[in-house]
């Protein structure tokens, strides 16, 4: 089994938050891989599923961050798990918005839920690293944090959440660069090569194609010195 891990604040009043972002990517995976609805356990909210013969089991602490790992360590020691287990998604400050990056172990930079994390279960876990921006001052981060995304950020939150669901599955069997790249995919969708025509915009009016030209040869010679 694998324990996946969002963190963030509970409550409608930190829902849409910044620190949040990591529900948010839980909460995509189990309504788009048909996993079982949220139920109450280990201080915090889970559901189940399966991708294939890995079988994953979501979790949302309801500690409040700076007790996250309250909740992590009591599901782990539950199902007799490791820190390899363990897969922590997060809201990221050193990661430009829509940026994503897969680490294991290391320091908490700060973080408070991963402190806690740090605290109960040790640092050779891994994590999904989900990049809000940083305010441009330490001391504004409290408040940007706590602050929800602006409207402006809904597109690449969106294809954030798609991607991360697309590579759910590749995650769970281990595969990470796979699972950045289904993300990459969603985020940055590749170009046209050179060389090659660009799309038309959605929206765009068809074009008639051009009329064939039925003049004999004669006539096309006659046509150009009139």
Do not use: C
């Not at 922590?88 to 994390?117: M, Q, Y």
């Not at 599955?169 to 995919?185: I, M, T």
């Amino acid at each position: 089994m694998k324990l996946w891990v969002g963190l963030g604040n509970p409550g409608a009043k930190y829902a849409g938050n910044r620190h949040n972002i990591g529900f948010m990517a839980l909460d995509r995976i189990a309504a788009d891989h048909g996993f079982s609805g949220w139920k109450r356990g280990f201080q915090g909210l889970v559901a189940e599923g399966r991708f294939g013969s890995d079988r994953v089991l979501l979790l949302k602490p309801e500690t409040f961050m700076n007790l996250s790992g309250q909740s992590v360590g009591e599901a782990m020691r539950f199902h007799k798990l490791t820190p390899g287990d363990v897969t922590v998604f997060h809201d990221e400050l050193d990661l430009a918005p829509g940026k994503i990056r897969a680490k294991t172990g290391g320091g908490h930079a700060g973080h408070n839920g991963l402190r806690s994390i740090h605290a109960h279960i040790g640092e050779a876990y891994h994590r999904i690293r989900l990049g809000i921006g940083h305010p441009g001052h330490k001391d504004a981060v409290a408040g940007y944090v706590l602050h929800d995304f602006a409207k402006a950020d809904q597109d690449w939150l969106d294809d954030l959440m798609r991607g991360i669901s697309d590579g759910a599955a590749a995650l769970a069997s281990g595969d990470s660069a796979r699972f950045l790249n289904a993300v990459a995919l969603r985020v940055a969708p590749p170009r046209p090569s050179t060389g090659q025509q660009a799309p038309p915009p959605r929206n765009a009016t068809p074009q008639p194609a051009p009329a064939e030209d039925t003049r004999t040869p004669l006539q096309k010679l006659a046509d150009r010195f009139r």
